[in-house]
């Protein structure tokens, strides 16, 4: 580590806080390689003179980003990064890269990155101001806007789409710099319009688990789905195939008639899953571009045939999709009519009403039915029976540079470069073996940073993985400092116990008058039995059953442990956090002795690259040494980014499978960090995650130890809060608090 230090060569202690960390997820993800090419561009970045901001949001984005779209994107991000640093722009860095890992994970490929890359560079160029016309002397107004909003974008629009979109922009506003902003920020009507515009079609991005379970589930095959771009591609456009790195689809499918996006990437996939499983590939180097493309045709019946035997309401879809060309919608005196017949067949072997009455059609497809009757077939068998067709319908006017193109393209299906094979010279395959990652041996220190999103009021959208999370495991004292903290407590440890022994759960709870039991219930059969006496219709319900009586309950207490509780406490010679430490230890106390699921964890803040969550007691842990010498060695420092602390914590309280799951905040203060200077905005990102923990079920309560928190914590929690005033009476009052919550 040492070592990657000296290599990244810089002297920023806001760096080196978050080093060893940000390599940990690094040398996870990346090649030895990737790692030196990783610290190469970070020491370039943090030598730009932009200062620490755009070298941390690179060290902690880069390697998210890489897992997405490959190291191979490297030299173009870093390219544009150069470009913009020659030019006015330089300030746009930074919101360049502390977009970039989700802008990367949204599309998912290097080829796609590149595109977007593209459009960036060209609004950049386009938008840049001068005074005289040869030198760029004013920036982008518009182009850190667009980088704030690039994540939110392309969650809505393909490539295609976000190119209209700032086409639109750039054409309409880019002489008008406060209304570019304006644009490019979504904040006028004209912006959210033309983005409503521009959104159509089923993204591969928000179905890509479906279509991964699709797969798995009806095919018993799975790969990476693997997307890519129809908009940049003007003389060719791609369509689907499968290679070694994954199965390659568009990034969005428009609905066809009445068959949705969703069920054209279905057919697609079941396409290239029948070649998979049944095409088996051929030699080509002595077979015509006819031959070929007969055998293709052919062969694509075949797989979709076995793919209908398997799952017979495929035809309907595969029928939808496929066109159907009019029989003599093509001149074979003045145009090459061969697509247009091998469209033609390919629709007459799917559809048995095809109604077609060419002669030479109907026998091959009588014959093709014939070879499938029969079983599976080959791909060989088919190759036979596609050139068989080329020879008898084979015409002159196949030659003719007019070729008729109209309702013959089948576009669900791959592009078939699988099917085929040559031993020509030169056309080995390509070596797809994976470099090796970090060392076997090599040791990696810490986790790697979670990466959650904050909430800007003033925009009303998410700051993309905005906030990181490093998690680690408290560091330890004496336990025996706890012991002693409970035992100075003890009276009031006994008065708690009273009330622990009305809530603690009983073991068994009696069930009476069933008609079906587990034992007799005495009273209920002697009444029965006079009743029966006497001559009056007994009571039937004569026994009793057994239930378990527990509480299901799952507890997260988090600490805030931020400078502020170094401060002594009002009329008191013990500082806030001691308090803290005694009113905790005495919780924990409480709570391990009604048998509750629990955990505790403190949280403090250096900016948002740097917020760090303390493990103290885990849920599988009891409240022994091991727990007591964490809280023995509780410590308070920085400051206070409780959004990203609480939905860190939700992501292990949310795995519990309780009936009801409890966070219990405990603060001495508002939300805040340094490098925030809205009072308001982590105010209101705070108030967004208890909003969320509620959609989750995870019930949230403040306890707040500033006096003046009325001001500003029930716009947070609304009235799920106590303040408690005098914090000398803080262990007495938090355990009571928890049972009152938890009866």
Known sequence: MAAYWKQLDTRFPQVEEVFEDVMAEALAVLTREGIDAYLEVGRVIGKLGRGVEPMLAFMEEWPSTAKAVGEAALPAVMALIQRMQKSPNGRAITPFLQTLAPVARRLQSAELLQHYLDITLDFMERTTGSIHGHHTTFPSPGLPEFFAQAPNLLNQLTLAGLKNWVEYGIRNYGTHPERQKDYFSLQSADARAVLQRERHGTLLVDVERKLDLYLRGLWQDSDTLVPYSTAFDELRKPVPYYDKLGMRVPDVYDDAGEIPGLDRYRATLAHMVGHRRWSQAQIADNWSPFQRMAVEFFEDCRIETLLIREYPGLRRLFLALHPKPLENACDPETTSCLRHRMAMLSRALLDPDHGYADANLNDFVARFHAVLAQGA???????????????????????????????????????????????????????FDEERKAAPDAEIKGLPPRHYPEWDYSSQTYRPDWASVYEALHASGNPADIDRLLQKHGALAKQLKKMLDLLKPQDKVRIRYQEEGSELDLDVAIRSLIDFKGGATPDPRINMSHRTDGRDIAVMLLLDLSESLNEKAAG?????????????????????????????????????????????????????????????????????????????????????????????????????????????LLVEDTRQAVKELDQDGIFTYCISLDPKADDYVGDIFGRQYTVIDHIDRLPERLPQLFMALTK
């Open 377 to 431: 077939s080959s791909t060989q068998e088919i190759a036979a029976l596609a050139l068989s067709y080329v020879a008898k319908t084979r015409l002159q006017s196949d030659q003719f540079a007019r070729v008729h193109f109209d309702n013959t393209v089948v576009d669900y299906r791959d592009d078939n470069r699988n099917l085929w094979k040559f031993i020509e010279a030169g056309d080995e395959e390509d070596s």
């Open 572 to 680: 008191s010679d013990q500082t806030i956090l001691e308090l803290s430490q005694e009113a905790v230890s005495l919780l924990a106390w409480a709570i391990e002795q009604l048998g509750d699921s629990f955990a505790i964890a403190g949280f403090h803040s250096n900016t948002r690259h740097d917020v760090r969550y303390l493990h103290i007691k885990g849920y599988g842990e009891h409240f022994n040494d091991d727990v007591k010498a964490r809280l023995a060695a509780m410590e308070a420092g920085y400051s206070t980014r409780m959004g990203a602390a609480m939905r860190h914590a939700a992501h292990y309280l949310g795995a519990r499978s309780a009936d009801k799951k409890l966070m219990l905040i405990l603060t001495d203060g508002m939300p805040s960090d340094v490098d925030v200077h809205d009072e308001r």
